[in-house]
T-cell receptor, first 114, second 109 residues
Framework: GAGVSQSPSNKVTEKGKDVELRCDPISGHTALYWYRQSLGQGLEFLIYFQGNSAPDKSGLPSDRFSAERTGGSVSTLTIQRTQQEDSAVYLC????????????FGSGTRLTVV | RKEVEQDPGPFNVPEGATVAFNCTYS??????FFWYRQDCRKEPKLLMSVYSSGNEDGRFTAQLNRASQYISLLIRDSKLSDSATYLC??????????FGTGTSLTVIP
């Protein structure tokens, strides 16, 4: 597509529920990143996918977080047993391999855990 | 020590002013450098890459000082529409991009 598409744009969930966030990267972009941004904070790296390589999961904050990327395109970030501290904007970005020219963000999913 | 550090500001400047932001990075092996702009409640958007020789895009000039490990962004003739948070971004040899927490700019009429 023309840009990085994320869905849903907003999600309110009850504490303890599981949520799935979706990212559809720019066509042809082999690299895909997930970040989260809490209110007034900087971006926190979560996970990185590059082609068919094993993902770099070093930023995932706990084992409640997982992500997959099917067919080298769409990615899903899953948060199990959500906690209030998971409330944030979850941003997906994609780039050409290596990201040497920067990358393009989606508009994010604003997650609120109540 | 954080990978990337920025003065959070806020910087409040009048229209037409020149304003400069600096950013320092900790890893001397860092390879790529960028400035992103983030408007309130929006996603970050790439403003410009930063090249070793320095580069200019209209009213915006970016500089890189590898010896001192800092990056700068200069905005000339500030416009009201320049009001945003400016994020310094550094890519090392690994997969991650490291974001600064941003510098807030408000241009006042």
């Amino acid at each position: 597509g023309a840009g990085v598409s994320q869905s849903p744009s907003n999600k309110v969930t009850e504490k303890g529920k599981d949520v799935e966030l979706r990212c559809d990267p720019i066509s042809g972009h082999t690299a895909l990143y997930w970040y989260r941004q809490s209110l007034g904070q900087g971006l926190e790296f979560l996970i990185y996918f590059q082609g068919n390589s094993a993902p770099d999961k070093s930023g995932l904050p706990s084992d409640r977080f997982s992500a997959e990327r099917t067919g080298g395109s769409v990615s899903t970030l899953t948060i199990q047993r959500t906690q209030q501290e998971d409330s944030a904007v979850y941003l997906c970005a994609s780039s050409l391999a290596g990201g040497w020219y920067g990358y393009t963000f989606g508009s994010g999913t604003r997650l609120t855990v109540v | 020590r954080k990978e990337v550090e920025q003065d959070p500001g806020p910087f409040n400047v009048p229209e037409g002013a020149t304003v400069a932001f600096n950013c320092t990075y900790s890893n001397s092996a860092s390879q790529s450098f960028f400035w992103y702009r983030q408007d309130c409640r929006k996603e970050p958007k790439l403003l410009m890459s930063v090249y070793s020789s320095g580069n200019e895009d209209g009213r915006f000039t970016a500089q890189l000082n590898r010896a001192s490990q800092y990056i700068s962004l200069l905005i000339r003739d500030s416009k009201l529409s320049d009001s945003a948070t400016y994020l310094c971004v550094v890519k090392n040899t690994g997969n991650q991009f490291y974001f600064g927490t941003g510098t807030s700019l408000t241009v006042i009429p």
